[in-house]
């Protein structure tokens, strides 16, 4: 999918028609587990001083089965690390297919709820309709959103993001 396709992109197309000045910033890795965020989060900071960083991260990790206090330790040092810095924060919590078995499903979606909750910060549980998304809107991999998927997916997130940037303006 090329970029120009994705929701980020999109995004800032939907900023410019809303006149909402603000630059958009793609510092996703295709792959990235929490891990990974850990390490380019502080200098992503530094480098761009968001207003607002989208954290969508984690199901990489879910994927790959890893432990789920892992997880939430990492996301936890990010988020601290993002309102630390003095950036709003807001989290995507993410599914997994249920075939990871019920207790770890369970238990990896609510890490989410729970990380929300300490940092008191907005959350939205899931993209789309979670694993309910329909077959058309996945790509072959059965993950991952199809370019047809992206406009969706910003409409999932945009309610909460319009929110948090015009709230921001008016303090």
């Not at 200098?43 to 890893?66: A, F, S």
């Not at 907005?122 to 309910?132: A, E």
């Amino acid at each position: 999918m090329d970029q120009e396709q994705g929701w980020v992109h999109l995004l800032t197309e939907r900023l410019a028609t809303q006149e909402l000045d603000y630059q958009v910033i793609n510092a996703s890795v295709s792959g990235e587990t929490t891990g990974g965020g850990v390490v380019r989060l502080p200098k992503t900071l530094q480098i761009h001083q968001p207003d607002l960083v989208v954290l969508e991260l984690g199901g990489n990790d879910g994927l790959r089965g890893y432990p789920i206090d892992k997880i939430r330790k990492n996301l936890s040092g990010m988020i601290n690390a993002i309102l630390l810095s003095g950036s709003n924060v807001l989290l995507v919590g993410m599914v997994l297919p249920p075939n990871y078995g019920r207790r770890y499903t369970r238990a990896f979606e609510q890490l989410f709820v729970q990380v929300a909750a300490k940092f008191n910060v907005p959350f939205l549980p899931f993209l789309l309709q979670g694993v309910t998304t329909g077959d058309a809107l996945l790509q072959r991999d059965g993950i991952h959103p199809t370019p047809e998927a992206q406009r969706l997916l910003l409409n999932d997130l945009w309610p909460q993001i319009e929110e948090m940037l015009t709230s921001d303006d008016s303090s």
